[in-house]
Structures are given as C-alpha cells and as structure tokens.
C-alpha cells in the first residue's frame, strides 16, 4: 500500500496467535499513556500493557524515543565476537544490580522466548562444563509459558501450545502446578543425575493467573538444592515490578541459579530480552586460555538501540517509585476485583500484584469470553481473552482511578452475561 490509510485487508501479514481465516481485526495506531487509539477513532483503556503485560510504563514515552533515536545516531550496531559497546556494559551491570542472589551475568537476547532458549543451553552446558553431560532433562509446571521456541513450548505446560509441532526436546516432563508432593515424586522417580533443572514462573501468567503457595518456591528452591538440580524462574512477565518487587524472586524471598526476563526489559519499546546467570553457573563456563565459552548467541544481543530503552527504563522506573506504586496499585487491583468473583458467571477470581484473571463458568466457556471481551472493548476498555478467562495486567503505572474504571466496565459486562 503506498496511501496512510492503514489496512488489515491485503493479506499479506500473517499474524502470530490469530486466525487467518477469522474477521480482520482491530487496528492499533497511536497510544498515549493508559490508552491506545484504534484505526476508527476509539479511544480505549489498555489493560494489557500492550496485550500482554509489556508496556509497564504505558504508551508515547517520548524520552525513550528520544534516547533511542540519539542511540542510533551515533552508534546502531557491532555487538558480537568479542566486540562490545558501552550501552550493553552500562545495562548488564544495572540489571544485574536489581536482581536477587547473585544473579551478576546477563547475557541479552531479543525475547522472552529466546531467553528461555538460552537458559536451559545454560543449564545442561553447565552440567557439561562440570563433567556431568547426563544432566540434561527438565522439569516444569502443568499450566506454565516459557516461549514458543521448540525448547519453550517442550518445557511448557499448555498442551495446544505443541501440538501439530512434532517431536520437541527430550527429557521434559510436566508435573500439576504448585504441589510440591508431585514435584518431589518427579524428581526422585527420573533420578535427578539425569535433571538439569527445574524451570517456573515465579507466577504463572499466561496460563491463567495462578500465585503459588506463599511457601512454595522456598520449598523448590530447598528440592533443586537437596537433588543438586538448578532452578531457573523465568521472569519475562512477573520482573521489573509487576508483583510490586523488582522480580519475582525478592518477592518470594528465592534467588534462582537462572532467570529469564524480557517485557519490562524495555517497557517493550524495543524487543530485548535476557537470562541472568548466577556465579555457580557463569564461572563453571570461564576459561583462563580465552576460548569461547558458550558457543551461542543471536545476532541482536545486546543491540544498543535496545540497551538503550533498558537504561531509560530503569531510570524512568526509580525515578518514579514505579516499584512501590506497582505494589499500592496492586494490592488496589486486588481488592477491587475480588468481589467480582460473586457474580454468577465468574467461576473464580485469581491474582497477585498487577496481574489478575476471572475465570468463566461453564464446561465450554471460551464463546462467553469472546462475547464478554468484546463488550468490554465496545465499552472502551482492553483487556485479554484467553480460552477460559479474562486476563488484566495493566501498565505499573495505572492509577486507582483507572483500576475502579477497569473493574467497573468488566464487572457491569459481566452482570449482564450472568
């Protein structure tokens, strides 16, 4: 098309988790804030961050644009075989600041899916360095989303996620989330001299919203270490402040061998991603002669236009208190959508900081989730549908008056369906 008009209509974009033979959809093409602006005109509350809990710092940061354009101005590209840039130094070393334990080396990637990716390279190459290359099955959470690369989806738990995909990664299994008697029977029954680690959310995201056992992870944590098994937390949606704590770690008081992040990472203004390795692991790889020590890389690690939304992101979330707004906002969220769960249509409400799901009655009740999103949206107001429930992770730096203006519209749609 050589017009301004934007169109869905050609064809030619094949779009990822939509129906190709569905109705066009909505056209995003401005956003300023809490809201986005459709191609017609409507103004809507974006709920989502984006659709999925990335743009923590809402829409049209000018400073971030800003700083990126300067960026690239004055350097684009040169990141990899043994060359570096000041930008990757600057960001590696203020993540790694925020992350819990000892969690001092950051190897960049371009998404959360290639963060997972590289996290279990990282684990089963540990084992390697240490002489025990048996170690190189994986255990994970029924219900759990690292990613849609062949390793992400082979250590995730949403079953329509693999299928139609064929064979995926060997020795993966997947045990009921949040038992901690399953995963103890899963660990002794594949004899951990063949695991190399355990990987979880901190909370489960997109598998619908579940907040562990407040005691769990410390239990995992204290597994991984009685079995000699690294635990890897992927933190793509719950890090950088969406459970009113840097990351999910600190706030269920566990440091990973490994984590994952991405989304917040950039406030999603740039793909990046990153997993964040702890001393035991990096230092098992460090060889004193200088060969390479990870043979594995993607040609956008640390891109320093990407490094540079990083910097500005943090800058941005510290000079805002946005951790501390994210946990009152949270714990806000939290209280106002509880009692929604008294409606006759909600089967149950589920939550914890700035994430939070109504799941619908019903053996089938994808169609009424469609519908209720729909009129939510018709309503001016964007959340997420998602096979059984709602999903609401709305930017950190929502309001309260935005949250009652979320639940308000969500629950007055959901009267009416019920």
Same mark, same amino acid.
């Given at each position: 098309?050589?017009? #301004?008009?934007?169109?869905?209509?050609?064809?030619?974009?094949?779009?990822?988790?939509?129906?190709?033979?569905?109705?066009?959809?909505?056209?995003?093409?401005?956003?300023?804030?809490?809201?986005?602006?459709? +191609?017609?005109?409507?103004?809507?509350?974006?709920?989502? &961050?984006?659709?999925?809990?990335?743009?923590?710092? $809402?829409? #049209?940061?000018?400073?971030?644009?800003?700083?990126?354009?300067?960026?690239?101005?004055?350097?684009?590209?040169?990141?990899?075989?043994?060359?570096?840039?000041?930008?990757?130094?600057?960001?590696? *070393?203020?993540?790694?600041?925020?992350?819990?334990? +000892?969690?001092?080396?950051?190897?960049?990637?371009?998404? #959360?899916?290639?963060?997972? @990716?590289?996290?279990?390279?990282?684990?089963?190459?540990?084992?390697?360095?240490?002489?025990?290359?048996?170690?190189?099955?994986?255990?994970?959470?029924?219900?759990?989303?690292?990613?849609?690369?062949?390793?992400?989806?082979?250590?995730?738990?949403?079953?329509?996620?693999?299928?139609?995909?064929?064979?995926?990664? *060997?020795?993966?299994?997947?045990?009921?989330?949040?038992?901690?008697? &399953?995963?103890?029977? @899963?660990?002794?029954?594949?004899?951990?001299?063949?695991?190399?680690?355990?990987?979880?959310?901190?909370?489960?995201?997109?598998?619908?919203?579940?907040?562990?056992?407040?005691?769990?992870?410390? !239990?995992?944590?204290?597994?991984? /270490?009685?079995?000699?098994?690294?635990?890897?937390?992927?933190? %793509?949606?719950?890090?950088?402040?969406?459970?009113?704590?840097?990351?999910?770690?600190?706030?269920?008081?566990?440091?990973?061998?490994?984590?994952?992040? =991405?989304?917040?990472?950039?406030?999603?203004?740039?793909?990046?991603?990153?997993?964040? =390795?702890?001393?035991?692991?990096? /230092?098992?790889?460090?060889?004193?002669?200088?060969?390479?020590?990870?043979?594995?890389?993607?040609?956008?690690?640390?891109?320093?236009? &990407?490094?540079?939304?990083?910097?500005? %992101?943090? *800058?941005?979330?510290?000079?805002?208190?946005?951790?501390?707004?994210?946990?009152?906002?949270?714990?806000?969220? !939290?209280? !106002?959508?509880?009692?929604?769960?008294?409606?006759?249509?909600?089967?149950?409400?589920?939550?914890?900081?700035?994430?939070?799901?109504?799941?619908?009655?019903?053996?089938?009740?994808?169609?009424?989730? =469609?519908?209720?999103?729909?009129?939510?949206?018709?309503? #001016?107001?964007?959340?997420?549908? !998602?096979?059984?429930?709602?999903?609401?992770?709305?930017?950190?730096?929502?309001? &309260? =008056?935005?949250?009652?203006?979320?639940?308000?519209?969500? $629950?007055?749609?959901?009267?009416?369906?019920?």
């Amino acid at each position: 098309m050589v017009s #301004g008009q934007v169109s869905v209509t050609t064809g030619a974009l094949w779009m990822p988790f939509t129906s190709a033979g569905g109705s066009n959809p909505p056209v995003v093409v401005a956003g300023d804030g809490s809201h986005v602006v459709a +191609d017609d005109g409507t103004r809507l509350l974006d709920a989502t &961050a984006g659709g999925v809990a990335c743009v923590i710092l $809402g829409h #049209g940061r000018a400073e971030i644009a800003d700083a990126v354009a300067a960026q690239l101005r004055t350097l684009e590209y040169h990141c990899l075989f043994g060359y570096s840039h000041p930008r990757a130094l600057e960001l590696a *070393e203020a993540v790694a600041a925020r992350t819990p334990g +000892d969690l001092n080396h950051v190897f960049f990637t371009n998404s #959360g899916s290639e963060a997972v @990716e590289t996290a279990l390279k990282m684990a089963r190459g540990y084992w390697s360095q240490v002489g025990r290359g048996s170690k190189t099955g994986f255990v994970s959470l029924h219900r759990g989303y690292h990613g849609m690369n062949f390793g992400g989806i082979s250590v995730g738990g949403l079953p329509e996620n693999r299928a139609g995909f064929g064979p995926l990664l *060997e020795g993966c299994s997947q045990v009921p989330a949040h038992d901690i008697d &399953a995963l103890e029977r @899963e660990l002794a029954s594949r004899d951990p001299s063949t695991i190399a680690a355990v990987i979880m959310e901190p909370v489960q995201a997109a598998g619908g919203v579940y907040p562990p056992p407040e005691d769990y992870l410390g !239990q995992v944590r204290a597994m991984c /270490d009685d079995h000699d098994v690294l635990l890897v937390l992927d933190e %793509v949606v719950c890090g950088f402040g969406r459970l009113g704590h840097w990351f999910g770690g600190h706030r269920f008081g566990v440091s990973p061998d490994i984590m994952t992040v =991405a989304k917040g990472l950039t406030s999603a203004y740039i793909p990046m991603g990153a997993a964040i =390795a702890g001393s035991r692991v990096h /230092d098992a790889f460090v060889d004193p002669e200088g060969s390479i020590e990870l043979m594995h890389g993607y040609t956008y690690s640390g891109h320093p236009a &990407a490094c540079v939304a990083g910097l500005k %992101v943090i *800058e941005i979330i510290e000079r805002e208190g946005l951790v501390d707004h994210s946990r009152q906002t949270g714990l806000y969220l !939290q209280k !106002q959508i509880d009692p929604l769960a008294s409606l006759p249509v909600v089967a149950e409400v589920r939550g914890e900081g700035m994430l939070a799901a109504l799941e619908l009655e019903g053996d089938c009740p994808e169609p009424l989730v =469609a519908e209720a999103q729909r009129r939510i949206q018709s309503a #001016g107001v964007l959340v997420r549908a !998602q096979a059984d429930h709602l999903g609401i992770y709305p930017p950190l730096t929502f309001t &309260a =008056a935005e949250v009652d203006r979320v639940v308000d519209v969500v $629950g007055t749609v959901l009267e009416e369906l019920s």
